[in-house]
């Protein structure tokens, strides 16, 4: 059982707009940056957001990421059959000294 | 370029041993956090370990005692030398560029940069 919940699986049609949620405590959401990655099939993980909010280079602005108290949440808009893949949150946890990651969020583009 | 390739894995005994081997190029490894991140199959991400740029080192609980990891400045290279090898331990090992930084807004734990992982299988 991960730290960090995300739902197991999320679905949108091409052009939708989708978000993927992540929540956590006091001792990490609460009280630390978070962090998301994409993994597309059969792929390395790829930093899609950091800090929260803030997109690396070349990470299209249809990405987008927020956090409020303990949760946080990935917004995908404009929905394209490439968004297809794994997404996992993550974050520093006070308590456990140490870092940890959502369960991660399938995406499935219909 | 900037990039981390992985190598050393492969089918490895209950109680045997592995030397997984990540050679960076486009920076330097001795300069950056550097951690290992792995994925049991069909699994989720789960952190290994890092080692700092002051030479620091850290371990998941599930790895600590088994595993070593370390650096060979040199060749600009990072290692994980993992003993005492279980089923559980089967998986994809990826290298990353990051690790844990603070600031006045708290803890950031990231990572940048990914090889293209190696696979570990533990089975007799």
């Known amino acids: 059982q991960s730290v960090l919940t995300q739902p197991p699986s999320a679905s949108g049609t091409p052009g939708q707009r989708v978000t993927i949620s992540c929540s956590g405590s006091s001792s990490n959401i609460g009280s630390n940056y978070v962090y998301w990655y994409q993994q597309l099939p059969g792929t390395a993980p790829k930093l899609l957001i950091y800090r929260n909010n803030q997109r690396p280079s070349g990470v299209p602005d249809r990405f987008s990421g927020s956090k409020s108290g303990t949760s946080a949440s990935l917004a995908i808009s404009g929905l394209r059959s490439e968004d297809e893949a794994d997404y996992y949150c993550?974050?520093?946890?006070?308590?456990?000294?140490?870092?940890?990651f959502g369960g991660g969020t399938k995406l499935t583009v219909l | 370029e900037v990039q981390l390739v992985e190598s050393g894995g492969g089918l490895v005994q209950p109680g045997g041993s592995l030397r997984l081997s990540c050679a960076a190029s486009?920076?330097?490894?001795?300069?950056?956090?550097m951690s290992w991140v792995r994925q049991a199959p069909g699994k989720g991400l789960e952190w290994v370990s890092v080692i700092y740029s002051g030479g620091s080192t850290y371990y998941a609980d599930s790895v600590k005692g088994r595993f070593t990891i370390s650096r060979d400045n040199s060749k600009n290279t990072l290692y994980l030398q993992m003993n005492s090898l279980r089923a559980e331990d089967t998986a994809v090992y990826y290298c990353?560029?990051?690790?844990?930084?603070?600031?006045?807004?708290?803890?950031?734990?990231?990572?940048?940069?990914w090889g293209r992982g190696t696979l570990v299988t533990v089975s007799s």
């Open positions: 993550a974050a520093w946890d006070d308590s456990l000294s140490g870092g940890v």
């Open positions: 486009g920076f330097t490894v001795s300069s950056n956090y």
């Open positions: 990353a560029r990051g690790g844990a930084e603070y600031d006045s807004s708290g803890y950031y734990w990231y990572f940048d940069l």
